[in-house]
T-cell receptor, first 115, second 112 residues
Framework: AQSVTQLGSHVSVSEGALVLLRCNYS??????LFWYVQYPNQGLQLLLK??????LVKGINGFEAEFKKSETSFHLTKPSAHMSDAAEYFC?????????????FGTGTQLKVEL | KAGVTQTPRYLIKTRGQQVTLSCSPI?????VSWYQQTPGQGLQFLFE???????NKGNFPGRFSGRQFSNSRSEMNVSTLELGDSALYLC???????????FGNGTRLTVT
């Protein structure tokens, strides 16, 4: 069964500093990978998706992620953190075979941005 | 284009009761999925419907059920509520297989 591991349930950065949120996946076939963000009392919003077209994926709000097959990783980065980036971030995987839209989510990383 | 709409936003029920949650997908989306989010278990897949048929099902007891109507709107039902069913229930719609899911703001269910 596929799985996703997010290292670090809480990450704290200073405003203007680099944001790095880690995600490793386990899948027997090339996966589809997603990053979502969740603000308090809201649903999940898609940040970006990897679908094998390009290994470096750019998303909304200045975020990007790089797919590294050799490391089975899909880490999320942003060069300069902003206070509004404080939220919970989820990595998710979907296998292209088997049909359907079932996503397996990681346990989430709470990002705190400090002045 | 309107997003995914879930009603109600908040619900309080007592043990043993049943509850029905509603979800209206983005116009044109035929796939609707449901997820349960709790602090302890995180985000867990409940089921997915496509064109009124259940396409995938997660590992939840039979007390959890759902359906989809011809206009793609979906409902999920939980019978004989337990305290552990307290959670945020999220509905998501998508345009096709492996397309991104678009989530609603959820229904927060509290079971007392």
């Amino acid at each position: 069964a596929q799985s996703v591991t997010q290292l670090g349930s809480h990450v704290s950065v200073s405003e203007g500093a680099l944001v790095l949120l880690r995600c490793n996946y386990s899948s027997s076939v090339p996966p589809y990978l997603f990053w979502y963000v969740q603000y308090p009392n809201q649903g999940l919003q898609l940040l970006l998706k990897y679908t094998s077209a390009a290994t470096l994926v750019k998303g909304i709000n200045g975020f990007e992620a790089e797919f590294k097959k050799s490391e089975t990783s899909f880490h999320l980065t942003k060069p300069s953190a902003h206070m509004s980036d404080a939220a919970e971030y989820f990595c998710a995987v979907s296998e292209p075979t088997g049909g359907g839209n079932k996503l397996t989510f990681g346990t989430g990383t709470q990002l705190k941005v400090e002045l | 284009k309107a997003g995914v709409t879930q009603t109600p936003r908040y619900l309080i029920k007592t043990r043993g009761q049943q509850v029905t949650l509603s979800c209206s997908p983005i116009s044109g989306h035929r796939s609707v999925s449901w997820y349960q989010q709790t602090p302890g278990q995180g985000l867990q897949f409940l089921f997915e419907y496509f064109s009124e048929t259940q396409r995938n099902k997660g590992n939840f007891p039979g007390r959890f059920s759902g359906r989809q109507f011809s206009n793609s709107r979906s409902e999920m039902n939980v019978s004989t509520l337990e305290l552990g069913d307290s959670a945020l229930y999220l509905c998501a719609s998508s345009a096709g297989i492996n397309s991104p899911l678009h989530f609603g703001n959820g229904t927060r269910l509290t079971v007392t």
